[in-house]
C-alpha cells in the first residue's frame, strides 16, 4: 500500500507542479502546504491537518467555481483505511472513480491492497 500511496502522491505533486503554471479548472486550496507538512513531519497533528486540508478542498472547490482535484478523493480514502475507517474509505474510493473514470484500475488496486491489509 506504500507504493501505491507514494505513486499516488507523486502525480498529486506533478498534477499540481502543472496546475500552478496555469490558470487551473481545480481547486487545490492549500494541498501543497499540507502535503509537504505532512511528508516531512509525518505526526499525527500533521495528519490530521492535512485530512482536514483534503475535506476542505472537497467542501470549497463548489464555492471558488471549481472541480476537485484528481486524487483527492483516493487520498482520503487512503488515511481512512489506515485509520481502519473502511467503509468512509469505500464511499471515498467510490467519489474517485465516479469523478475520474480512468483511475479506475489504480483505485481498485489500492482497494484490493487495503482489503489484505485489514
Request: proline letters at 3%; charged letters at 25%.
Amino acid at each position: 500500500m506504500k507504493i501505491i500511496k507514494l505513486a499516488v502522491i507523486s502525480v498529486l505533486a506533478l498534477g499540481l507542479t502543472a496546475c500552478q503554471a496555469t490558470n487551473s479548472i481545480y481547486y487545490w486550496g492549500d494541498y501543497s502546504d499540507s502535503a509537504y507538512k505532512l511528508k516531512n513531519t509525518p505526526t499525527d497533528e500533521s495528519r490530521t491537518k492535512h485530512k482536514a486540508s483534503l475535506l476542505s478542498i472537497v467542501n470549497n472547490a463548489q464555492t471558488k467555481n471549481k472541480k476537485i482535484p484528481p486524487g483527492i478523493y483516493a487520498e482520503l480514502a487512503m488515511l481512512e483505511a489506515e485509520d481502519r475507517n473502511v467503509d468512509l474509505a469505500l464511499q471515498y474510493f467510490s467519489k474517485e472513480k465516479e469523478l475520474f473514470p480512468e483511475s479506475t484500475k489504480i483505485v481498485d488496486m489500492m482497494i484490493n491492497s487495503m482489503n489484505k491489509d485489514v
